[in-house]
């Protein structure tokens, strides 16, 4: 599908991204290389990585993988400093890391309950803490005037209930408040825009993969306003758009509108 926005749109930017290696975060380190961004990825996996790292270098875009589990705050030390010394910059951060699995409330351990918190929640927040002295303006590589962005990947299931579900559910809800709290503080203090993206089912990733087999599939598009499963560039475009310094203007004009709509 062609892209609505300009090729250049994020050019000169450095997006680090977590989760990158494969499903919505790879969709997104693509299309951020595609439109001008300098690309790093961080995951568990080397194989993983230098196999995603490859395929966007022969697309053209500069992309380095960074091995670390963002439930560890010296992995996550780690990679956002290499993302600097290697890229120059730290522009943007997308918490894209996520961990699922099916299971009943009533099987599911507490150390299975944790796991999924610790990816989620807790890696989104660390990742966010490790990266807010490179993001915030004035930061190493940046100038006293405007800081960066940060893009949390959330989900739906949280808004009503869903089944075997619980784990991820209170996750995504703890995402949802952290974002909202970071934008709050850190948009204020430190001039860092932090919006979160909540996808429903997207084909093409592990999780629709795993978590819904074809009869499943077939009775989430009857459900669907748009009778369509999401695709992960769908998410990439919106991530885009927040990046994006239309998304900055765009956003800022309404909170300035609303503000003196309270006047």
């Known amino acids: 599908m062609a892209s609505p926005f300009r090729s250049d749109i994020l050019k000169g930017k450095v997006t680090l991204i977590t989760g990158g290696g494969s499903g919505i975060g790879f969709e997104i380190a693509t299309q951020f290389g595609l439109h001008g961004a300098s690309i790093a990825i961080m995951g568990r996996r080397k194989q993983v990585l230098d ?9 053209g ?7 670390g589990d963002v ?11 290499s993302t600097f010394n290697n890229l120059g910059s730290l522009d943007i951060l997308v918490n894209a890391a996520a961990g699922n699995f099916l299971v009943s ?3 599911l351990s507490p150390n299975g309950f944790r796991t ?34 940060i893009i949390n990947i959330s989900a739906t299931l949280h808004y009503t209930a869903a089944w075997y579900q619980i784990h991820v559910s209170a996750a995504k809800a703890a995402v949802d408040a952290i974002t909202r709290n ?31 087999p074809e009869e499943i599939n077939s009775k989430i598009r009857e459900d669907m306003p748009l009778y369509r499963i999401g695709e992960k560039w769908d998410i990439a475009m919106a991530a885009l758009y927040l990046s994006s310094d239309a998304g900055s203007k765009t956003l800022w004009s309404r909170l300035l509108e609303l503000q003196k709509v309270n006047l």
């Open 116 to 149: 999924v918190m610790d990816i989620d929640s807790v890696g989104t927040f660390t990742m966010c803490h490790q990266a807010l002295k490179y993001l915030k303006k004035g930061g190493p590589g940046r100038n006293s005037l405007t800081g960066g962005t």
């Open 61 to 67: 875009i500069w992309a380095f993988g960074f091995e």
């Open 182 to 212: 970071l934008a709050l503080e850190w948009g204020a203090d430190h001039d860092i825009r932090v919006n979160g993206i909540a996808p429903g089912p997207i084909q093409g990733t592990p999780g629709l993969s795993k978590l819904a």
């Open 51 to 59: 196999s995603a790292v490859a395929a966007l270098r022969s697309l």
């Open 105 to 107: 409330a009533e099987d």
């Open 71 to 81: 439930r560890k705050q010296e992995d996550a030390s780690s990679v956002v400093e």
